[in-house]
């Protein structure tokens, strides 16, 4: 069973920098996705990073190429979200999500396809004042 669990967000003002975490668990070989969405109240929810795990390869979207850079770290199994200059219109929930099947079938991520993104996890909130 896979399995996500987020940390790291909170609350800073424009400018400021987060961290978040996403711990993955249950697969059995490093050939999966995982990316990162956020909803804010009222919007859909949106991909803004994506990280092939087997191969390194990132992919950002255009709202924070640049400012959010995000990682790996292999023998934790985790993958790292920074977010450096952080901007109000940057609050929203933020939820990591993984792929397994995908990437397997294609041999790439699914660029922030919802539906192709069977794993979720819990949702952090960042949250930006000005």
């Known amino acids: 069973q896979v399995q996500l669990v987020e940390s790291g967000g909170g609350s800073v003002q424009a400018g400021g920098s987060l961290r978040l975490s996403c711990v993955v668990s249950?697969?059995?070989?490093?050939?999966?996705?995982v990316a990162w969405f956020r909803q804010a109240p009222g919007k859909e929810r949106e991909g803004v990073a994506e990280l092939y795990v087997g191969g390194g390869s990132t992919l950002y979207a255009d709202s924070v190429k640049g400012r959010f850079t995000i990682s790996q770290d292999i023998a934790n199994r985790t993958v790292h979200l920074q977010l450096n200059s952080l901007k109000p219109e940057d609050t929203a929930m933020y939820y990591c999500a993984a792929d397994g099947a995908f990437v397997v079938r294609t041999g790439t991520c699914p660029r922030w396809d919802i539906n192709k993104y069977n794993y979720w996890g819990q949702g952090t909130q960042v949250t930006v004042s000005s």
């Open positions: 249950g697969y059995r070989y490093m050939n999966y996705c």
